[in-house]
């Protein structure tokens, strides 16, 4: 019993110090565009955007790097919002017609892993206001906000109803002055009575305050009535009497008139003249798009210039019958007219102009429109009105992502080529202007090293994107589509529409132009992109598709016309009784295709069948790829152009593999009859149990107790999964090694496949001038006619059968083996080859160490026994000290199907920390996550969105950024006397326990990170659905419709070993 008792030891100070100074879980930046934008704000003296989403998020964005984020409490709509100019103040209006007040406060400073940082800047809520319901009304729909004024002394706030009513509030402290209270009643008193009529005037659609005479704002009604009220005095100054439907006002910049836009397509320009109380008809009326029924003209801006001709831009007022469909905006000027055409709907827009009160004309530089799915920039100065390149905001899923591959350290003539070959994409479409969007300034220091991160997509196509700091720069993007006959092939059209003149006559009115690069639809579902590899020393770079394509690419600077190698690799092995019901290959291009200058094709390997790829490897060195399917997988020399190896892993019950993820065959009958016959099953065995007698009993009891001597009290039994399961053939992952396979004297080139039925395939490769005892002579004479040769060495069958998620070989010191070209290069420190080496196999239960040649098992930790839950994704990362420069160590990240993080130390398999990042149910986002080689990670929020994250104390990527502004930066006082910190799509709880509510002596320049401990999001919730993620399995779905009771099983489970474990817990 004693030995029992004091078994477990207790932590050591001085190793959770150490562990201090290694890791530290933050959530740092936001990448992407917002998910479901409904509002968006521009401050002219601060040269800052902000945009709010449906989930109740408010993003505030400058010049790339100055970013600020907020989150509402309550998960609404915020469908309006307006900055206070120059004061780091903005206003937002939410659907539950509610008011808020944030400002940009500074935070106290913050130690992150022992090193002292900066006070955050964050945006703080301090304030809200709802307006009462009337008097004697039981609805409050009469008093539901329609629209909101900010007059330009940012002292007064307008605020117009849906019963009619102008309230206004004064700011900063959002307090309502009933004395200058506007009720429709008043207004109706001025009217003439051929135009009262009884009938209402309809809701506030729009206030616009008079831009040479403060105190006196246009009031619009729904109606058509447009009312010019002065404030100092409370009476009419005028009115113009419209009698179409009013969407939007907009006032000429010199106040002599003002233009309304109509339900009916069309606008006036009405004018502004003193005396003349009454205004019946307006200058001018026009429906541009008529005369046939058009759709609304819900917003117009009118911007005068220089030249005489002002620019007219508005959203909306298609004809119905043929355009009303379309998502466009308009600008024109004089005879220039251009209707911009967006793939998806306009949300809000506004031009930067100039605001100066001296200055004649507005002379507008740049159109900014917020679409649902973009943000599109337009150059106003430049001849023709191009679009300009986003330097962030860009729609990460132009196509939907289907999988991901994060770079680090980049070779900087890899990094320069990637570049010039993404300029000579852009320089044929879009302007260099500069970003109009360029307030605040980004101090954070420049990143010691290029990051890429690469994006596969529905679509075929691959874009690369800069993921060196806070913003997500696009950088070049690959298609892959080129390579095959498509359906929507523009080659197999047989006339080309711009021959014909006829056709042109047509389409010359409304003058589209097509704008933006979203593109939610994709050509052919079967080019979808599955997986990715770079090698950043050879530029080499495979993509593995959808149809069982994988295609070979090579990096050139030229643009180049010539076919397309293709082998096809029969991974059935001419195995009898399997017959493939799914889609069918693509078909390549029998003639030379023209390449851009960037990623061109060398060779096409078909996988038949042609099943989605589910892994891919590359070691460039020895001109190898490696690939996977449901079938089984295959080895390629692409330098020589053959097949070295192809073995089909298939069970003889998979017939489930056969069908293919894009099969009609699979049905609901095929399903519930599996039910039906599991069910049955269960009964015939529970009806067959032998009769109990005094002796069975005594077994039984014999049976558990050596159950229990097995079976530590905290862990759970891994029970053994069926070798019958369907799927079980499919590739999980591949991995190359040079490393001690057939004895422990000689090593060589390793092969290591690992499926989901637990089973892993070792084979020694002979590559000509690879191993111990050859020298190395590549590019030799004789070389080129000496082929690769793959040889079983080992076959491992895990006991309990648990898909195989990762594979890694560690030399002798314990170490994961150096990247392809490093340790030949001196990139890395070579490899340690004359101590024995092992292998680390990652299950989706547990994680084992085995010694190589042998294949003996040295170390295991049993996840699910342990901790409840299963192993979906896997890295070996590198992990440096914040107290010493030199020192780092290796460690074992695992990310489970309950969204934590476990890292361990290896070889000896200890843990280490443990972090909630992600929440269970967002199983896209566990599906979707990549790590870093430096301890950082993206997984994804939303479609469009990826979260940044570090589980490193010394890797930050976070927003550094200073602002000037024209008030001081003392923290309003909030309602509740507390500051809340948030971050919108946050999951995580606070981590650091930094000082909240608390700012120091205020410096007059406001500099500081983002904040780093955001909230739970409703943006990450379960019903999130990505159109593909690519790995996505039954086991995910499985986990997320767990019942109650495992739910609470499994949280119990955990805390007990929350309790016992001596690492840092951090929850």
Not at 369 to 393: F, M
Not at 760 to 769: H, I, Q, R, S
Not at 889 to 910: A, K, Q, S, Y
Not at 1054 to 1062: H, L, N, P, Y
């Amino acid at each position: 019993m004693m030995k029992f008792r004091f078994r477990r030891q207790g932590t050591d100070p001085q190793r959770e110090k150490i562990k201090q100074e290694l890791f530290a879980f933050n959530k740092t930046v936001e990448h992407g565009f917002p998910h479901q934008p409904s509002a968006l704000a521009f401050d002219p003296k601060l040269e800052l955007m902000a945009i709010g989403t449906k989930s109740g998020a408010i993003k505030v964005y400058g010049s790339p790097g100055v970013e600020f984020t907020g989150l509402h409490n309550d998960t609404t709509a915020v469908t309006q919002i307006h900055f206070l100019p120059g004061q780091g103040r903005l206003l937002s209006l939410l659907d539950d017609n509610t008011i808020h007040l944030w400002e940009l406060v500074a935070g106290a400073p913050r130690e992150v892993g022992g090193v002292k940082r900066e006070g955050l800047v964050y945006l703080q809520e301090v304030d809200s206001y709802s307006l009462p319901g009337r008097p004697g009304i039981e609805s409050c729909s009469a008093t539901r906000v329609t629209v909101l004024l900010l007059l330009r002394s940012s002292d007064l706030l307008c605020v117009g109803t849906e019963g009619g009513g102008v309230y206004f509030l004064e700011l900063p402290r959002l307090t309502l002055k009933d004395n200058q209270t506007l009720l429709q009643d008043q207004v109706m008193q001025s009217l003439p009575d051929d135009y009262r009529c009884g009938k209402s005037l309809g809701p506030v659609e729009s206030l616009q305050e008079h831009p040479q005479q403060s105190g006196k704002i246009l009031i619009g009604y729904s109606r058509g009535l447009v009312v010019l009220w002065d404030l100092s005095t409370r009476h009419t100054e005028q009115l113009f009497l419209g009698k179409q439907q009013l969407e939007s006002l907009v006032w000429e910049r010199s106040g002599n008139l003002f233009v309304s836009s109509h339900n009916d397509g069309g606008y006036s320009v009405w004018a502004v003249t003193n005396g003349n109380t009454y205004n019946h008809q307006p200058v001018s009326s026009t429906i541009p798009y008529g005369p046939f029924p058009c759709k609304a003209v819900n917003k117009i801006l009118w911007r005068t210039t220089q030249t005489g001709s002002p620019v007219l831009l508005y959203s909306g007022g298609m004809p119905r019958a043929s355009y009303g469909d379309r998502h466009c905006l308009t600008i024109q000027q004089d005879k220039d007219h251009v209707t911009l055409d967006f793939t998806s709907r306009v949300i809000d827009f506004f031009t930067v102009h100039s605001i100066e009160q001296e200055k004649e004309f507005d002379e507008a530089s740049a159109l900014v429109v917020l679409l649902e799915e973009e943000l599109v920039v337009i150059d106003l100065k430049t001849p023709g009105w191009p679009s300009l390149p986003t330097p962030y905001l860009a729609p990460l899923h132009s196509s939907a992502i289907t999988c991901s591959f994060h770079v680090s350290s980049v070779p900087p003539k890899l990094w320069e080529r990637l570049v010039n070959a993404g300029k000579a994409q852009q320089g044929r479409q879009q302007a260099h202007g500069s970003w109009p969007i360029c307030g605040g300034k980004n101090i954070a220091p420049p990143p010691k090293q290029q990051e890429l991160l690469l994006t596969g997509h529905e679509d075929g196509t691959v874009r690369f994107w800069d993921a060196s700091g806070v913003a997500l720069t696009p950088m070049y993007k690959l298609g892959t589509a080129n390579v095959f006959h498509t359906d929507c092939d523009p080659s197999d059209d047989p006339q080309d529409p711009s021959d014909d003149p006829d056709m042109q006559q047509e389409e010359e009115w409304p003058p589209f132009r097509k704008v933006g690069c979203f593109d939610p639809y994709s050509d052919d579902p079967r080019l979808g992109i599955q997986k990715i590899s770079l090698c950043k020393y050879s530029n080499k770079l495979v993509v593995a598709g959808t149809a069982g394509q994988v295609i070979v690419m090579g990096l050139s600077d030229e643009r180049s016309d010539h076919l397309v190698d293709v082998s096809v690799v029969d991974l059935l092995q001419d195995r009898e009784g399997f017959t493939w019901k799914g889609h069918d290959r693509l078909e390549p291009r029998l003639k030379p295709a023209s390449f851009p200058p960037g990623f061109q094709p060398l060779v096409l390997v078909q996988c038949m069948p042609p099943a989605s790829v589910t892994a891919v490897a590359l070691h460039a060195e020895w001109n190898l790829i490696s690939f996977g399917t449901s079938h089984g997988f295959g080895l390629f020399d692409y330098h020589r152009r053959n097949a070295v190896l192809a073995r089909c892993t298939l069970h003889p019950n998979d017939s489930l593999a056969m069908e293919g993820p894009l099969s009609r065959v699979k049905s609901l009958k095929k399903s519930l009859r599996q039910s039906f016959r599991r069910i049955r099953k269960s009964r015939v065995s529970g009806k067959k149990r032998p009769i109990t007698t005094p002796t069975s009993k005594v077994q039984e009891a014999n049976a558990a107790l050596a159950e229990q001597e097995d079976v530590a009290p905290i862990q759970r039994r891994i029970e053994p999964r069926s070798a019958d399961d369907s799927l079980s053939g499919v590739v999980r992952c591949l991995c190359f090694a040079d490393t001690f396979l057939r004895d422990g004297t000689h090593h060589g080139a390793t092969l290591w496949a690992g499926t989901n039925s637990g089973s892993v395939y070792a084979y020694a490769l002979e590559v000509p001038g690879v191993g111990s005892g050859r020298v190395c002579e590549r590019g030799g004479a004789g070389e080129s006619s000496v082929c690769v040769e793959a040889v079983l060495g080992k076959e491992i069958q895990l006991m309990h059968r648990a898909p195989v998620v990762s594979i890694s070989v560690l030399d002798g010191r314990g170490k994961p083996l150096p990247d392809p070209y490093e340790a030949s290069q001196d990139l890395a420190i070579a490899p340690d080859m004359t101590n024995a080496h092992s292998v680390l196999i990652a299950s989706e239960e547990q994680l084992k160490v085995f010694s190589l040649p042998k294949v003996s098992a040295k170390t295991k930790f049993k996840l699910t026994a342990h901790e409840g839950c299963r192993v979906r994704k896997v890295a070996l990362v590198v992990f440096g000290s914040t107290a010493q420069e030199d020192y780092c160590e290796h460690t074992l990240v695992c990310l489970t199907n309950l969204g934590d993080m476990h890292l361990f130390n290896i070889p000896g398999l200890r843990p280490q920390v443990r972090y909630d990042c992600i929440r269970k149910e967002d199983i896209s986002g566990i599906a979707s996550c990549v790590f870093t080689k430096n301890g950082q990670g993206f997984y994804l929020i939303s479609p469009s969105e990826y979260e940044r994250f570090s589980l490193s104390a010394k890797v930050l990527t976070e927003p550094l950024c200073s602002l000037q502004l024209d008030r001081p930066l003392e923290p309003t006082p909030a309602s509740d006397g507390t500051t809340t910190q948030t971050q919108a799509n946050g999951t995580h709880k606070n981590q650091m326990g930094q000082a909240e509510g608390q700012t120091e002596d205020p410096p007059s320049t406001l500099s500081s990170p983002i904040l780093d401990t955001p909230l739970d999001s409703p943006l990450s919730c379960g019903d999130i659905t990505l159109d593909s993620t690519g790995e996505i399995t039954v086991e995910d779905v499985r986990d997320f419709l767990t019942t109650v009771d495992e739910a609470e099983n499994n949280l119990k489970n955990i805390k007990e070993e929350e309790g016992r474990s001596t690492g840092i817990l951090i929850n």
